[in-house]
């Protein structure tokens, strides 16, 4: 296949109480385009985001790791830096465009997509949710797609600010208490099985976490604004997207603008669909 493209979701990880072990696949994508020309895709009428050449754009420098050749470019709808899984989405896409070029099909290059990202993250909730869509459930190598048996909206809060992940993940300690341990614990089981019955009215008390959401929203109390103005707007559940500083949220799709109303005015609200499907060929 000379020439091609590749699209990747974005990622909103832990889901509040899931820590490295949730990740939701979001309707916003990382597109690379191999081959001679990047194409102006109509359904943007040239307005949306440009076609990246630099080589030293992530999914461009992961793909030319992976052996990929000739003319590539990238572009996304979505930016880094601000929890949204760019690097994972950008290492799936660049790995799975490598893989294609050489050859392999589509479920072989989405496997070895996954598995180097994940490696390259050194922790798989934004890889596994950009490789395979939908709610990903991630426990070391072992990857377990969750049934989604409900039709939300996701809004999503992006501020200005960025957050490294890195930097987030000192504030963090070394341990927790047994109580705090049998609480995510809980609700970890409970935001799961609240996924795969439709069980709407379950999430908010699921979407609660005591490991991380707290420390990394006393960093940044903005995000907890817009994650407290969500829930008093009638969103089902909302929860710190990844280590911040965006914030994401489950609601009826009428709900959606209502609540993208209320959102703190430093930042902008997105409307997109959770991504059922992960990496694929455009």
Partial sequence: ???????????????????????????LYLDIHVGATAPVDANRGGDGPLWDHDEHHLAIRTFRAAGGTGPVAA????????GLG?????????????CVQQGADVQ????????????????????????FGGLAAVAGDTVVS????????VVVWVPQAETSTKTSRTLLPEAVSFV???????????????????????????????????LRLDRTPTSRVALDAM????????????????????????DAAAIVNVLPSDGRGVVCDIDHEGVRLQ
């Fill in 1 to 27: 296949m000379t020439e091609f493209g590749v699209r990747a979701p974005a990622s909103s990880a832990n889901v509040g109480p899931g820590f490295d072990a949730l990740g939701l696949a979001l309707g």
């Fill in 75 to 82: 572009r996304a709808e979505f930016a880094g830096g601000r």
């Fill in 86 to 98: 760019f690097s994972g989405a950008a290492r799936v896409a660049g790995v799975f465009g490598a």
């Fill in 108 to 131: 072989e290059a989405r496997a070895t997509a996954h598995r180097e990202a994940s490696r390259l993250e050194s922790h798989g909730d934004n890889a596994s949710a950009s490789a």
């Fill in 146 to 153: 969750v049934p989604i048996n409900m039709v939300p909206a």
């Fill in 180 to 214: 705090d341990a049998v609480f995510n614990v809980g609700r970890v089981a409970t935001l799961v099985g609240a996924f795969a019955s439709g069980n709407t009215i379950a999430l908010r008390a699921a979407a609660q976490d005591r490991l991380h959401q707290d």
């Fill in 231 to 254: 829930l008093s707007a009638g969103a089902w559940c909302a929860w710190l997207s990844g280590s911040g500083p965006s914030v994401a949220a489950l609601c009826a799709p009428d």
